[in-house]
């Protein structure tokens, strides 16, 4: 069995994130779901695990699993260069970062990657969506946020075709290290991205055969082709 690991659902859940745990499940029986809630010691802080996903929550709840993930961020950092997969989506990346700032307010990040995030929650909501590359496959992707990224991006996960990457000024998308990927995409990104969960499981190891494959994937290229006419 491998073992998958569903962090924080209750908080951090907003547009149906945790269903990219959920369909990674329905395709292969081998996956073992563990639901770590906000009351609980991760399953990774001690124990072995191939996979851990961390979805979009609230700005004022970020703030709260930032102090929820700061005692394990050694063993974080030990298991993203063992080459565990972390899949972190939407505003979950700026936990990740130095720090947060929010008006005159700085919230301390996990400073794992080299990057800060400032919000503009004064502003109207920034909603857009993307197509980029990463090791030879198209991605898509959509954003709504109040906030933006900012720093070199090294480690970047994304090369943007179209659309903007972590702030309006660049076309690197995300932040990638290893098999730890993250990105500003909202919602249900591997059924968005087909062909990335297919190369998740083979990662882990397992059959690359998808719930609904032939019906997700052509829903995958009707997309791509419809973005790129209209973005």
């Given at each position: ?29 081998e996956i073992e779901v563990v639901s770590t809630q906000h009351g609980d010691t991760p399953e990774f802080a001690s124990n072995d695990v191939d996979m851990i ?61 080299d990057f800060y995030s400032v919000r503009y929650m004064k502003n109207e909501r920034h909603n857009s969506q993307y197509i980029g590359e990463c090791d030879g ?95």
């Open positions: 069995m491998k073992k998958v690991e569903l962090l924080y659902p209750k908080l951090c859940n907003i547009y149906g994130e945790s269903y990219n745990v959920e369909y990674l499940s329905r395709c292969n029986p996903y961390l979805g979009c929550t609230t700005e004022r709840k970020q703030e709260q699993i930032i102090e929820l993930l700061r005692p394990y961020r050694d063993r974080m950092a030990e298991l993203i260069d063992k080459g565990v997969i972390f899949l972190v989506t939407g505003n979950a990346v700026e936990i990740f970062g130095k720090y947060i700032k929010d008006d005159e307010r700085i919230i301390e990040g996990l400073d794992m990657f496959l198209t991605f898509l992707g959509h954003r709504s946020q109040f906030s933006f990224a900012y720093g070199d991006f090294d480690e970047y996960f994304i090369d943007i075709e179209k659309g903007i990457g972590m702030n309006p000024d660049t076309k690197r998308e995300g932040i990638r290290r290893n098999n730890f990927f993250g990105t500003y995409s909202l919602g249900p990104f591997l059924i968005l991205n087909p062909l990335f969960a297919k190369r998740l499981l083979r990662t882990m190891g397992l059959e690359d055969k998808l719930c609904f494959e032939r019906e997700i994937i052509e829903a995958y290229e009707y997309r791509l082709d419809e973005l790129r006419r209209t973005i």
